[in-house]
């Protein structure tokens, strides 16, 4: 079972600037995918940005360039950071850290497992 602990959420001044990191442990293998998602009140859970294993990051629409995803995967810390600036009061949301990979088992089947940080606080107000 891999733990995600997230760290850097709290409370800002709209346009200023939060970090937001992500540990996976154990940290024995690498993972595929490495992200954030984040769900506001009353609105469902929606991409902010996630990271492949080779460095290739998606991010969701509203990001708009305001967003930086990036990821340590030096001995496989498996550690993603998601730099967010400019924020505005629309950011206000729990912030969930996601990793998912896909591997074969010892009999050669394909398999897959993902899972979900407890989430971290991230408001935006003056």
């Known amino acids: 079972q891999v733990q995600l602990v997230e760290s850097g959420g709290g409370l800002v001044q709209p346009g200023g600037s939060l970090r937001l990191s992500c540990a996976a442990s154990?940290?024995?293998?690498?993972?595929?995918?490495m992200g954030w998602y984040r769900q506001a009140p009353g609105k469902q859970r929606e991409l902010v940005a996630v990271i492949t294993d080779g460095g290739t990051p998606k991010y969701g629409d509203f990001v708009k360039g305001r967003f930086t995803i990036s990821r340590d995967r030096d001995n496989a810390k498996n550690t993603v950071y998601l730099q967010m600036n400019s924020l505005s009061p629309e950011d206000t949301a729990v912030y969930y850290c996601h990793a998912e990979s896909s591997y074969y088992t010892v009999r050669g089947t394909p398999d897959s497992w993902e899972s979900w940080g407890e989430g971290t606080q991230v408001t935006v107000s003056s």
């Open positions: 154990p940290t024995i293998f690498s993972i595929n995918t």
